[in-house]
């Protein structure tokens, strides 16, 4: 099976521009969850979807916003980016039910000048 | 929500030695727990795994405890190679498939 893949891989914007970043799960992957890494920080949850449904959200501000599209690919959005939103953003895909690996994508990496 | 706390947050130790990583977890919901190597510049990807009804783990050179009463788990690598040099991170994950990540480990395996 293909990995879980993202695109673009580098991104760079302005502040106050938004971008749009895109995650194909893993065939058959109907959970798609997205994080944002930054030093020291570990992996932050942004949100998951499951079947084009937000199942679970962390505590990001609302300018932070996902869909899920009926082949399971997912899409984040970002608006007015702020500098601190320089990061890389990591989706990944997993089975349900509980006890299932979640397999990462190459992740976006996200710089915001 | 679920809090998944990691130490330490630094690691180094000589060649051949024995390596381990511990991490606190607080919704006694969460049922899976894994654990994610992360090489620089590279994904993370899984190395070892463990359920809430199984205590112990392993495979090969690592192996992962789980102290449910206590809300801990632990990662272990035995003889240390100079290619277990990365960032690991544990997560704690609830039956809904939200996943908590703690906040990392950087090993350094010297030679």
């Known amino acids: 099976k293909a990995g879980v893949t993202q695109t673009p891989r580098y991104l760079i914007k302005t502040r106050g521009q938004q971008v749009t970043l895109s995650c194909s799960p893993i065939?058959?992957?109907?959970?798609v969850s997205w994080y944002q890494q930054t030093p020291g920080q570990g992996l932050q949850f942004l949100f998951e979807?499951?079947?084009?449904?937000?199942?679970n959200k962390g505590n990001f501000p609302g300018r932070f916003s996902g869909r899920q599209f009926s082949n399971s690919r997912s899409e984040m959005n970002v608006s007015t980016l702020e500098l601190g939103d320089s990061a890389l953003y990591l989706c990944?895909?997993?089975?349900?039910?509980?006890?299932?690996?979640?397999?990462f994508g190459p992740g976006t990496r996200l710089t915001v000048l | 929500g679920e809090n998944v706390e990691q130490h330490p947050s630094t690691l180094s130790v000589q060649e051949g030695d024995s390596a381990v990583i511990k991490c606190t977890y607080s919704d006694s919901a969460s049922n899976y727990f894994p654990w994610y190597k992360q090489e620089l510049g590279k994904r993370p990807q899984l190395i070892i795994d463990i359920r809430s009804n199984v205590g112990e783990k392993k495979d090969q050179r690592i192996a992962v405890t789980l102290n449910k009463t206590a809300k801990h788990f632990s990662l272990h690598i035995t003889e240390t190679q100079p290619e277990d040099s990365a960032v690991y991170f544990c997560?704690?994950?609830?039956?809904?498939?939200?996943?908590?990540f703690g906040t990392g480990t950087s090993l350094t395996v010297i030679p």
């Open positions: 997560a704690a994950s609830n039956p809904g498939n939200q996943f908590y």
């Open positions: 990944a895909s997993s089975g349900t039910g509980g006890f299932y690996e979640q397999f």
């Open positions: 065939s058959g992957h109907r959970s």
């Open positions: 979807y499951f079947s084009e449904t937000q199942r």
